[in-house]
């Protein structure tokens, strides 16, 4: 089989469904088209472009989204499944690469304007949505307990997430700093604080955001270019800040998997603050002020 190449600047941007309010929690899309395919070697893996999706793709400090891309093969008229275990996003380009192995025999490459249904593995997408949300309850918790600082890394991934702020916190403070933090994180969790995702023009968003504090520069988000950009704003238990990531839509959407802050590092001018799903934040603080500590 020949294998197809693209150029991805001569593909039209992807619609990135998930970027509005209610397109963040669709997990199907029954209306995207093919705009280009390539396929890799004599395997079964693809790499698909497609008009609109809903995938996130990797980027921000969040994993990528997976899921499957599903078609009929006009040769037989059988239906074709992809499994896309990476979706990423050319930033200078805005155009979406999903990247996966058919499950089923492939006949030939489906043509360009090939409709598709693309959908979202739904429970690993809400636990993805819940940490980064989290991670941005870290954020008004920080704020809460008058440690604002400008954060500078945001690790969103399962395997230990946190977030990190320049700045530093006197070594006989930590303690009860993180217990104030903790007992902040889990306050604005019970309150059940509705998310809010809008994309405002670069100078509104820059306002919005840097209300607080001069926390964050748009150059970094999208914005500083000649011609203005619109920036995607999410607020977060009522810290809005530049964001490309999936949510759930409330604070409340924390409590049945108990995420929490469970520890802090100090170290060169850098805060990191760990969190996690756990059952077992109270019982580890203990253990875990011994080892933030020694930083």
């Known amino acids: 089989m020949a294998e197809e190449k693209n150029d991805d600047a001569a593909l039209p941007p992807t619609e990135m469904i998930y970027y509005s309010y ?26 698909v472009f ?15 989204d997976k ?37 089923n025999a492939l006949v030939c490459l489906p043509a360009v304007g090939t409709p598709v249904r693309v959908a979202v593995d739904a429970d690993t997408r809400r636990l993805l949505s819940e940490c980064h949300t989290a991670g941005h309850v870290v954020d008004s918790a920080m704020a809460k307990c008058g440690k604002l600082m400008r954060p500078t890394k945001g690790y969103h991934f399962l395997d230990g997430p946190y977030v990190e702020y320049e700045g530093s916190i006197v070594a006989d403070e930590r ?18 604080i509705p998310t809010k995702i809008e994309t405002l023009p670069e100078a509104e968003a820059n306002e919005v955001c840097n209300r607080i504090a001069k926390n964050f520069d748009m150059k970094d988000f999208g914005g500083g270019k000649e011609v203005p950009t619109d920036i995607r704003v999410v607020t977060v238990a009522g810290f809005p800040c530049p964001c490309g990531g999936t949510h759930v839509r409330s604070t409340g959407n924390l409590k049945a998997r108990k995420w929490g802050i469970l520890g802090m590092k100090a170290k060169k001018g850098v805060i990191r603050i760990k969190y996690a799903k756990t059952h077992k934040t109270e019982q580890l603080q203990t253990r875990l002020h011994a080892v933030s500590l020694q930083y």
């Open 50 to 64: 497609l008009d609109r999706t809903v995938m996130h793709a990797q980027g921000g400090g969040q994993p990528t």
């Open 22 to 47: 209610e397109g963040n929690f669709e997990l199907e899309c029954n209306s995207s088209k093919i705009v280009g395919i390539t396929k890799d070697g004599d395997d079964d893996t693809v790499e």
């Open 175 to 192: 303690p009860q700093v993180l217990k104030d933090l903790q007992a902040a994180f889990k306050a604005l969790v019970e309150e059940d």
């Open 67 to 103: 899921g499957t891309i599903t078609y009929c093969q006009p040769t037989n008229n059988s239906e074709v499944v992809i499994a896309v275990d990476k979706v990423t996003v050319n930033r200078a380009t805005g155009v979406a690469s999903h990247r996966g192995k058919t499950t």
